[in-house]
């Protein structure tokens, strides 16, 4: 009798080791789909709701998004137990009124978890609500989870799932779907604030034609611009520094490895830190340096040399950068590791021409450039792994003199043709 209790409790050991190397599976498959679609967000909702469906055992999964008005949700994406044969009732793209979906507009209003053991007990359908009643006695939901997509503690989606029989989701359960909102808030900002990035590089010669405004202007520069480069703007003249204008300009992207990764599992004041002392500390350098402008976004930052603040070598200015940012970054790396934070840090470096100029609005401008030079010194810095300092072609060759460097071989990068041969940063500066 002592054996088989052993032998069933090892079964049932092995059970759940299987099933936590499933969850810790789909949540290194999620995070990879995030980090590899920066510009579109459902192939990440799509891997969710397939993941979300096969390791709860549910029936189906959607992920729901308000729309801009805020006044239906719409789904976004849907995936079915293949075990469970039928056809679907919904499809991509329907919309429901937000207040008219009982349980989920329950989620949306308290902006909390909804978890239903049995949805023929659920106040809503009780009370004889249309959509709590179609969805027991004709789709033949019977339990069901809600985990809402917050931002700012407001709901702005959800992910929902169902089974047709009578077995409410468990604690665990609950608290992975609840992990896989949080993966799809992170993706669907991502996708924000790379489609913003967008947008503002392809209005950017647009907006930056038009005229500022009368010349008096000039003296509010200093609110919105750095000083650096208000000061130029006041000595050179508005006209021509308010216009749009091609510049041959070093390009120095760079951003943490493994951010994404640590914003899942730290504290908010934990990663606030860890950005603050990131921002303060790569500001300090990048103005050591005299770079002309910089912009920052999250854990990315961009650094632009040679406009406006003209210098006589950008690409090896923005080398010189690099590898400061780079020993001090390896200084961090080591604190943050010993708090358990696995960091590193990553760069890439182009040299091309650019249009350059100011673009924004009466009372926020900023100076900023778009073109090749921009996106490819962005790739770069995305192919960069920890420790690694990326030149592109041009780049490489101006600066092969007085740095060692080598070959990483061809790469295909977005936005490029070909493949492009790209190189590597392997020491300082050659004696």
């Not at 937000?98 to 239903?116: F, H, L």
């Not at 130029?232 to 120095?252: C, E, F, N, P, Y």
């Not at 921009?374 to 101006?398: F, H, M, T, V, W």
């Amino acid at each position: 009798m002592q054996d088989r209790t052993t032998e069933d409790e090892n079964v049932s050991l092995r059970a759940e080791v299987d099933r936590l190397r499933e969850q810790e599976a789909a949540s290194r498959e999620i995070l990879a789909v995030i980090s590899q679609n920066r510009h579109d967000e459902q192939p990440v909702l799509d891997a969710i709701t397939q993941n979300s469906v096969k390791l709860c055992d549910a029936a189906g999964a959607g992920l729901w998004l308000l729309n801009s008005a805020g006044d239906a949700t719409r789904l976004a994406s849907i995936a079915q137990n293949q075990d469970q044969k039928g056809e679907a009732l919904v499809s991509v793209g329907l919309e429901f009124p937000r207040e008219n979906v009982s349980a989920m507009g329950q989620c949306y209003r308290d902006s909390r978890t909804m978890n239903i053991a049995d949805n023929r007990d659920d106040p809503y359908y009780l009370n004889g609500d249309p959509t709590a009643k179609k969805l027991v006695d004709k789709v033949g939901m019977r339990s069901r989870l809600i985990v809402p997509l917050l931002e700012n503690g407001i709901a702005f989606g959800c992910i929902s799932l169902h089974r047709k029989e009578v077995r409410a989701f468990s604690d665990e359960e609950v608290t992975l779907i609840e992990s896989f909102g949080r993966q799809a808030v992170i993706a669907i900002e991502n996708v924000r604030q790379f489609k913003a990035l967008e947008i503002l590089n392809d209005e950017l010669s647009e907006r930056v034609s038009e005229q500022v405004g009368e010349i008096e202007r000039v003296g509010r520069l200093k609110r919105f611009l750095p000083a650096a480069v208000a000061e130029t703007v006041i000595s050179q003249g508005a006209d021509k520094m308010l216009s749009s204008h091609r510049a041959l300009l070093g390009v120095l992207f760079c951003d943490i490895r493994g951010f994404t990764a640590f914003c899942e599992t730290a504290e908010p004041e934990e990663t606030i830190e860890v950005l603050q002392t990131y921002h303060e500390e790569m500001g300090k350098l990048i103005n050591a340096h005299s770079a002309g402008v910089d912009h920052r976004m999250g854990d990315g930052i961009m650094v632009l040399f040679n406009d406006p603040l003209p210098c006589d070598d950008p690409a090896g200015d923005a080398v010189r950068l690099a590898l400061a940012m780079r020993a001090r970054m390896a200084e961090f790396a080591k604190k943050w590791k010993r708090l358990g934070y696995k960091l590193g840090f990553g760069v890439g470096i182009s040299l091309g021409y650019a249009t350059v100029g100011l673009v924004g609005f009466e009372g926020r401008f900023d100076y900023t450039a778009s073109g090749t030079a921009i996106n490819l010194a962005s790739r770069l810095c995305d192919e960069a792994q920890d420790g690694e300092i990326l030149l592109s072609p041009k780049a490489a060759i101006a600066i092969e003199d007085l740095f060692r460097i080598e070959s990483r071989g061809e790469l295909s990068l977005k936005g490029l043709r070909e493949p492009l041969e790209i190189f590597r940063l392997i020491g300082g500066a050659t004696s």
